[in-house]
T-cell receptor, first 119, second 110 residues
Framework: GAVVSQHPSRVICKSGTSVKIECRSL??????MFWYRQFPKKSLMLMAT?????????EQGVEKDKFLINHASLTLSTLTVTSAHPEDSSFYIC???????????????FGPGTRLTVL | RKEVEQDPGPFNVPEGATVAFNCTYS??????FFWYRQDCRKEPKLLMS???SGNEDGRFTAQLNRASQYISLLIRDSKLSDSATYLC???????????FGKGTTLSVSS
């Protein structure tokens, strides 16, 4: 199946620093990528929808100035957590939608996730 | 009402048992339905799509009842390796984000 990578897989940083997470579709083009966040023992919650070449669409309650999303190419979206605080510690997962339909259904592929710990 | 609801469990079963998970969704316009599996501290992985006619993949059987907005997953002959969290996932429209339930935790013991 299609592969989506995320980098870094794990990051530990001090409060107040900014962290950039990359999401790449390795063998397909993705006009749309999604960013999710998962707190311990909770479900994945959609943060934003990232569209190549346009502004991201953020879910209610997600601060767009704090979580900066850039989708500059068909294979790369980045999420930057600005001025991170301990409450931002979470598991961040991206998914990429295969623009060409894959098997004919709306197929989305998940990255392996980035575990962020803010001290 | 939450968009996708699941019994969180945990379900603790012995090897070889049959176990069933249920899920309900609130958006009657939902178009696509899936079961994902998530292992501890890992990303979700697609287990199977769910079709209106019901579908089976080895020991796994999924059912969809659109009238009741209800989805089920049946696992027969449980294996130790089936221990994981099973996520009920719904997509309201092609191209939009997936909506996840909280997941049901399964623990299979020997």
């Amino acid at each position: 199946g299609a592969v989506v990578s995320q980098h870094p897989s794990r990051v530990i940083c001090k409060s107040g620093t900014s962290v950039k997470i990359e999401c790449r579709s390795l063998d397909f083009q993705a006009t749309t990528m999604f960013w999710y966040r998962q707190f311990p023992k909770k479900s994945l919650m959609l943060m934003a929808t990232s569209n190549e070449g346009s502004k991201a669409t953020y879910e209610q309650g997600v601060e767009k100035d704090k979580f900066l999303i850039n989708h500059a190419s068909l294979t790369l979206s980045t999420l930057t957590v600005t001025s991170a605080h301990p409450e931002d510690s979470s598991f961040y997962i991206c998914s990429a939608r295969d623009s060409w339909g894959g098997s004919g259904t709306d197929t989305q592929y998940f990255g392996p996730g980035t575990r962020l710990t803010v001290l | 009402r939450k968009e996708v609801e699941q019994d969180p469990g945990p379900f603790n079963v012995p090897e070889g048992a049959t176990v069933a998970f249920n899920c309900t969704y609130s958006n009657s316009a939902s178009q696509s339905f899936f079961w994902y599996r998530q292992d501890c501290r890992k990303e979700p992985k697609l287990l199977m799509s769910v079709y209106s006619s019901g579908n089976e993949d080895g020991r796994f059987t999924a059912q969809l009842n659109r009238a009741s907005q209800y989805i089920s997953l049946l696992i027969r002959d449980s294996k130790l390796s089936d221990s994981a969290t099973y996520l009920c996932v719904v997509n309201s429209q092609a191209g939009t984000a997936l909506i996840f339930g909280k997941g049901t935790t399964l623990s299979v013991s020997s």
